[in-house]
């Protein structure tokens, strides 16, 4: 994403690119596979929220055929109980009504009604280079904040763990801001026929040969790139905008670049009839410590075309290392779905699973939100890496370096 971005605002700017892409297809973590049946997987669950900026800049929403979530979660507390909370950050005392009050107390709700208060009032830039917040890890802020432990492990572990793949909150808290921010105002959607299709949309936008598949650089020598196959090309300027793994392998190191280190998810996709009941929209969490089932998601809820006619599919993500073989991973989902779903989850087809050990990249407290993007004269890196793990942030460090190399 944080590649094709630089790429379109170039090629906007009349400046000619090439795209060099090791993989088979345009989007690196943003991709979709097919079944033959017809199921649509995106390798991980995934959204977009409609409001990040850098997002709302460049794609073409309606091309998209967005479809948003409910604003809200289904969670499982620690004792089986389930708990429906519709907007809890957009309309929090609302959302946490007496029947919810399990969730968290009045005083938990008022808080959140201030901090979308807060959050409305800054831009998004203010809130992502505030000092005060990145010196915190989210979990320190929640606490520092005043809500309850209650609130905190029934709905900020299994939300923003879902977000940040780590239910941990180590976080930095500047993030947190950001992306309750996000939820704030935007929904969290998928485009109708697979997350591919936003990487797909931006390599549209460019001209035919200027994306190279199966293309992998193997070095960088000043403003020339050597192919695995051997070929040496020549440019005014060069990108990396790998992953944090292969731009380290790829580039000198560079001064104040913190170590990388990775959250994983393993996502669990499960076939079932559809079923009969008028859908939700609604995401699910589980809040019981030592699960594996963390989230679950039924995408074709919103986007029908994720499945085959009368088929639901059933994404489930287990975030951080597990250890488990994937036979063993998928029975004791199982075993966990029929405790929360019912029976009927005991006959679900398991359909694939996706090992991600590289997700997102760590942003921990301390981290700076903007890494340098221009190295020297004609080289530059843009990726989430640069900057916190989101797909807006790889936008922005593109959408900045195209703008660095039309200034230069
Ligand atoms: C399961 C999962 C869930 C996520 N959920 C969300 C979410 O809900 N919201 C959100 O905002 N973000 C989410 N993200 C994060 C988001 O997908 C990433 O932040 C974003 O896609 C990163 O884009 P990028 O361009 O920086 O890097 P990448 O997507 O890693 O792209 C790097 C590209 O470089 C290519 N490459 C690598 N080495 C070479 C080489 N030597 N030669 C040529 N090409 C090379 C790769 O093939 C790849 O295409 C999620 C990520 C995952 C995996």
């Not at 809040?287 to 059933?314: D, F, K, M, S, T």
Request: with cysteine; hydrophobic share 45%.
């Amino acid at each position: 994403m944080a590649g094709l971005t630089c790429a379109c605002y170039l090629h906007r700017a009349g400046r000619p690119v090439l795209v060099l892409e090791a993989a088979d297809a345009v989007g690196g973590r943003v991709r979709t596979d097919v079944t033959a049946e017809g199921f649509r997987l995106d390798r991980g669950f995934q959204v977009l929220q409609t409001r990040y900026p850098e997002v709302q800049h460049l794609l073409d929403y309606g091309a998209l055929q967005l479809h948003a979530f409910r604003s809200g979660a289904v969670i499982r507390l620690p004792d089986g109980k389930q708990t429906v909370l519709v907007n809890p950050l957009q309309q929090p005392t609302a959302a946490f009504s007496a029947l919810t009050s399990r969730v968290g107390t009045l005083a938990d709700k008022l808080r959140i009604a201030s901090l979308a208060q807060h959050v409305r009032g800054a831009t998004n830039g203010q809130l992502l280079s505030r000092h005060s917040t990145n010196a915190l890890d989210t979990l320190t802020f929640l606490r520092e904040y005043g809500w309850s432990e209650q609130i905190i492990e029934n709905f900020f572990q299994p939300f923003f763990g879902g977000v940040y793949l780590d239910r941990s909150l180590s976080t930095a808290a500047n993030f947190f801001e950001f992306v309750f921010k996000q939820f704030v105002e935007g929904d969290a959607a998928i485009p109708s026929l697979g997350m591919q299709q936003i990487p797909e949309q931006l390599a549209a936008r460019l001209p035919a040969g200027s994306v190279q598949l199966n293309t992998r650089v193997v070095a960088i020598r000043d403003a020339a790139v050597e192919l695995a196959t051997g070929e040496t090309l020549a440019a005014a300027a060069v990108v990396v905008a790998t992953d944090g793994e292969a731009a380290t392998r790829l580039l000198p190191a560079v001064a104040n670049t913190p170590p990388l280190r990775w959250r994983s998810t393993t996502c669990t996709y499960f076939a079932a009839p559809a079923p009969a009941a008028q859908p939700d929209k609604l995401l699910r969490l589980n809040a019981a410590p030592n699960a594996l089932a963390h989230n679950v998601a039924l995408p074709c809820e919103v986007a029908p075309a994720y499945a085959p006619p009368g088929q639901q599919l059933i994404s489930v993500s287990t975030h951080g290392e597990h250890g488990l073989p994937e036979a063993e991973l998928t029975s004791r989902l199982l075993q966990e779905l029929t405790a929360w779903f019912g029976s009927q989850a005991s006959q679900w087809r398991h359909l694939r699973t996706y090992t991600i050990p590289q997700a997102l990249p760590v942003y921990p407290a301390g981290q700076p939100a903007r890494q340098a993007l221009k190295l020297h004269a004609t080289l530059y890196r843009c990726g989430d890496h640069t900057a916190y793990p989101s797909l807006n942030a790889a936008m922005a460090s593109g959408r900045e370096v195209a703008e660095a190399i039309l200034s230069a």
